[in-house]
């Protein structure tokens, strides 16, 4: 990410990630219950990957799918986060930079994306 633009919103993205984190973290340490952690950590997950992929004005016609326990909604700390990038043929050179630009947005909050493309 080079741009003033991205920077910006990686840097909202994580900070808001984080903060969730910490939150659903400590509620953990206090109640030890283990499904509503999984449940909430998928959802804080589930916004910071929507605002990516609209913040880096991915195509419509383009799909991002969860998979895996975290389709199953369950996502477990330190997991990877599958996800299966879904496009309706071969991109091209501006949405291949685009989707390499998200999983480089992905990695740099922190999340280990696996992404298979169909």
Same mark, same amino acid.
């Given at each position: ?22 939150? @659903? ?15 909430? @950590?998928?959802?804080?997950? +589930?916004?910071?990957?929507? +605002? ?26 330190? /997991? #990877?986060? #599958?996800?299966? @990038? ?5 991109? +091209? ?11 480089? @947005?992905?990695? #740099? ?5 696996? /992404?298979?493309?169909?």
């Amino acid at each position: 990410m080079d741009t003033t633009p991205e920077l910006l919103l990686c840097q909202r993205i994580r900070d808001k990630l984080k903060a969730d984190k910490q939150a @659903l973290f400590a509620e953990f340490d206090a109640n030890n219950q283990v499904n509503p952690l999984v449940t909430k @950590l998928r959802r804080a997950v +589930d916004v910071a990957l929507t +605002d990516a992929w609209t913040g880096l004005e991915l195509p419509g016609d383009a799909a991002l799918v969860a998979v895996g326990g975290y389709g199953r909604g369950e996502l477990f700390p330190y /997991s #990877d986060v #599958d996800v299966l @990038l879904l496009l309706p043929g071969d991109p +091209d050179a501006e949405t291949a930079a685009k989707l390499e630009r998200f999983i480089g @947005l992905c990695w #740099d909050l922190g999340l280990e994306i696996g /992404s298979p493309g169909r």
